[in-house]
């Protein structure tokens, strides 16, 4: 973990409540597809954590939801400089998964899958990404992964684009190995969908890096703080409540 200074490079919306936005700066703690920043906005005592859609050594794109006051001041903040906490949680361990893993993620657990998609492919592998959203306005970044090369499915609840259904109607049956961020019960489907995999999980989070205790949650092995010893974890470690 490391605090740094960074610089909004741009900051704009993709979908009615989704944005985009670029940081310049010293970005070399970001080590691992997965991984999440915390930022610090005026006036509010708790961090805002978003997890990493790209980054280099000299920068890093987020992507994240107005769902309340932090992430809308966020998205009326155009320029100047963010107190950010970078290379939080522990990402994603690619070097578990076979030649043609399988990345699903909806709404904005899409967002942490697209740098992962780069790194399995510099590694040469082969993965296949299925996003699901509930209906056509709400998706984004499917040709972001289309221009890597990469299949792409898109599932709509509603039917309005692509598949109809979750993203398991679209899923292969019984796939040997999944990257997946979503909304829990997203994941419990795919979990119940896969033979082996990592999954990402959204937590609220008080400090963001393992302090506080606020996020820990049960697993196999005992208690793990999803902020630090998480935000993934392995298919065999989780347990999930009744």
């Known amino acids: 973990m490391e605090q740094v200074y960074?610089?909004?490079?741009?900051?704009?919306?993709?979908?009615?409540?989704?944005?985009k936005m670029k940081?310049?700066?010293?970005?070399?703690h970001i080590t691992a597809p997965g991984q999440f920043i915390n930022i610090k906005?005026?006036?509010l005592f708790l961090r805002r954590p978003i997890s990493v859609y790209d980054a280099d050594l000299n920068s890093v794109t987020v992507i994240y939801k107005v769902v309340g006051k932090g992430t809308a001041?966020?998205?009326?903040?155009?320029?100047?400089v963010l107190d950010v906490l970078t290379g939080l949680g522990n990402g994603y361990d690619t070097s578990l998964s076979g030649q043609s893993p399988c990345l699903v993620g909806g709404g904005v657990g899409?967002?942490?899958?697209?740098?992962?998609?780069?790194?399995?492919?510099?590694e040469g592998k082969s993965p296949r990404v299925i996003l699901g959203f509930n209906q056509k306005s709400e998706i984004f970044c499917e040709?972001?992964?289309?221009?890597?090369?990469?299949?792409?499915?898109?599932?709509?609840?509603?039917?309005?684009?692509?598949?109809?259904?979750f993203v398991t109607d679209a899923m292969p049956e019984n796939a040997d190995y999944v990257f997946s961020c979503g909304?829990?019960?997203?994941?419990?489907a795919v979990f119940s969908h896969c033979k082996d995999g990592q999954f990402s999980f959204e937590e609220r989070m008080g400090c963001g890096f393992g302090a506080c205790m606020g996020c820990t949650c049960k697993t196999v092995t005992g208690y793990?703080?999803?902020?630090?010893d998480g935000p993934v974890l392995k298919k065999e470690e989780i347990l999930w409540n009744a």
């Open 6 to 19: 960074l610089q909004i490079k741009e900051n704009h919306r993709i979908t009615d409540s989704v944005w």
């Open 23 to 28: 940081l310049t700066g010293d970005c070399s």
């Open 41 to 43: 906005l005026d006036g």
């Open 73 to 80: 001041q966020l998205s009326k903040t155009s320029s100047g």
């Open 110 to 122: 899409v967002p942490p899958l697209y740098l992962l998609a780069k790194t399995l492919i510099k």
């Open 143 to 165: 040709d972001d992964f289309k221009k890597l090369g990469v299949d792409v499915a898109v599932t709509t609840v509603d039917g309005s684009y692509g598949v109809k259904g």
């Open 183 to 188: 909304p829990e019960p997203m994941l419990k």
């Open 224 to 228: 793990k703080r999803i902020c630090k």
